[in-house]
């Protein structure tokens, strides 16, 4: 898959079916000695972005459950703050 055919996908929460960007319009944080993605970093749009204490969503690349034509699915649960992951686990 080429790197512009990711960007067009919207991401969408498996937990609870909730729209959260496209791939486009999110950062990658990718392990520089292994070159593997470890995370999605999705910023947060509109007005409230521009407040300093909106915060960005860490998405880890295992929460990442399937990548389909349209679509990228992930799961993450709201008992779980996704901005605190490490990115070593």
Same mark, same amino acid.
């Given at each position: 898959?080429? /790197?512009?055919? /990711?960007?067009? +996908? &919207?991401?969408?929460? /498996? %937990?609870?079916?909730?729209?959260?960007? @496209?791939?486009?319009? #999110? !950062? @990658?944080?990718?392990? !520089?000695?292994?070159?593997?993605?470890?995370?999605?970093?999705? %910023? =947060? *749009?509109?007005?409230?972005? *521009?407040? +300093?204490?909106?915060?960005?969503?860490?998405? =880890?690349?295992?929460?990442?459950? *399937?990548?389909? &034509?349209?679509?990228?699915?992930? &799961?993450?649960?709201? !008992?779980? #703050? =996704?901005?605190? @992951?490490? @990115?070593?686990?």
């Amino acid at each position: 898959m080429e /790197l512009s055919q /990711l960007a067009r +996908k &919207e991401i969408v929460n /498996l %937990y609870d079916g909730s729209r959260l960007g @496209f791939v486009g319009e #999110s !950062d @990658f944080v990718i392990d !520089d000695k292994t070159g593997r993605i470890l995370a999605m970093i999705i %910023y =947060p *749009k509109g007005l409230g972005a *521009k407040v +300093k204490n909106t915060r960005e969503l860490v998405i =880890p690349w295992q929460a990442v459950k *399937k990548i389909g &034509e349209e679509i990228m699915v992930v &799961e993450i649960a709201p !008992d779980r #703050s =996704p901005h605190k @992951f490490s @990115f070593h686990e």
